[in-house]
C-alpha cells in the first residue's frame, strides 16, 4: 500500500488541509500520515480570530522519530507552514523521509485572489520558494506562481495561464499544475507541464460561482492520490479538476454559506477506481 506523509495545517471547522486530504487520500487507496505544522480552530478565510497552535516542535519530533523507525514515504506532500522553521522542516523531512523514487508534490500555500494571506511573510514566500526545488510537483495557483516568480501577487490574475507551467519548471525539472486558471468564459482549470516528458496542456471544467476555501487543498490531495497509484500527471490533473468542479457545483446548488467550504463529502465515492466517468466529467 502506497504511503503519503502529509505535512500541512489542520483547520478543524471549515473544510480545507488535512481535514480534507486525509479522507481524499483514504477513499483513494492511499495510506494518509498527518504531520500537523499547526492546529487552527477554524482556516484563517472568514471566521474572526482564530484559536491557534504552533507545532513546530512536534514536526521536528516526529520526523526524527520516523526517520529512526526508518520509516520512508512514496509521498511527500506539504501545504501551509506556520514559519520559516516548519518550511525548513519540511525540506528536513523530504530528505530523511522519501522512498527511492518516491514523489514530493509541494503546494506553495502563500495567498489567493492575488493577496498572500494575513500570517504570510515575504522570508517565508523565499523559504517556499526553497521548498519548491525539491519537489517533483509544485501545484501554485495564480497568485502564488507571481509570488514565486518574483512578481507582485495579484500580477498574473485573469491570465489563462498558458506557457506559466514551464516557467515554473526550473528549465523542465520538476513538474508544474497551476491552478485556477480561467483558459475560457464560464470554465476553470489547470495548466500543467510534465517533466518526465515534456508534455504539457490545459484540463478545464464548468465554473460554478463561488470562491470556495479549501479546494486548492482538496485539488493537491486528489492529484496526489492519482499520482500515488501510477495515474500521469495528465490524468491525475484531470480527475482533480472535475473533481473539484463537481463539488462546487453541488455546493452551490445547495447554498451553503462560502466560508464552509465544498461539500466533498457526500461525493467521494466519486474517487474510487475510476469513479469520475468521462461522461459525467463535463
Ligand atoms: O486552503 C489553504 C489554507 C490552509 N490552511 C489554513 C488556511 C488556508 C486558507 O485560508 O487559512 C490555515
Redesign the pocket.
Known amino acids: 500500500m502506497r504511503k503519503v506523509a502529509a505535512i500541512h495545517?489542520l483547520?478543524c471547522y471549515g473544510r480545507?488541509?488535512l481535514a480534507v486530504i486525509m479522507p481524499v487520500l483514504s477513499v483513494m487507496g492511499v495510506q494518509c500520515c498527518p504531520l500537523p505544522g499547526t492546529v487552527?480552530s477554524t482556516?484563517?478565510?472568514g471566521y474572526g480570530a482564530v484559536q491557534r497552535t504552533d507545532l513546530t516542535g512536534q514536526v521536528e519530533g516526529t520526523v526524527e522519530h520516523w526517520d529512526r523507525l526508518g520509516l520512508r514515504f512514496d509521498g511527500i506532500y506539504t501545504?501551509?507552514m506556520a514559519s520559516v522553521a516548519q518550511i525548513h522542516q519540511a525540506v528536513e523531512a523530504v530528505q530523511r523521509l522519501s522512498a527511492p523514487r518516491a514523489q514530493v508534490v509541494v503546494d506553495p500555500?502563500l495567498g489567493d485572489h492575488g493577496k498572500l494571506?494575513s500570517s504570510m511573510t515575504e522570508e517565508m514566500a523565499e523559504a517556499m520558494g526553497q521548498l519548491c526545488e525539491q519537489a517533483q510537483v509544485i501545484t501554485p495557483n495564480l497568485t502564488e506562481a507571481a509570488i514565486l516568480l518574483g512578481l507582485a501577487p495579484d500580477a498574473l490574475l485573469g491570465q489563462r495561464g498558458k506557457d506559466l507551467a514551464l516557467e515554473l519548471s526550473a528549465q523542465g525539472q520538476r513538474s508544474v499544475v497551476v491552478t485556477g486558471v480561467t483558459p475560457e468564459e464560464g470554465y476553470t482549470g489547470a495548466v500543467w507541464f510534465d517533466a518526465a516528458t515534456g508534455a504539457s496542456g490545459t484540463e478545464v471544467a464548468m465554473r460554478a460561482p463561488g470562491e470556495y476555501?479549501?479546494t486548492?487543498?482538496l485539488f493537491s490531495a486528489v492529484l496526489t492520490g492519482g499520482l500515488m497509484m501510477g495515474e500521469s500527471l495528465e490524468r491525475a490533473v484531470g480527475r482533480a479538476v472535475h473533481f473539484i468542479s463537481r463539488c462546487a457545483s453541488y455546493t452551490s446548488a445547495l447554498g451553503t454559506p462560502v466560508r464552509e467550504g465544498v461539500l466533498f463529502e457526500p461525493l467521494l465515492p466519486l474517487l474510487l477506481g475510476d469513479g469520475l466517468a468521462m461522461d459525467d466529467r463535463i
Open positions: 495545517d483547520s480545507c488541509s487552527l482556516h484563517t478565510g501545504g501551509y500555500v494571506y476555501p479549501g486548492g487543498d
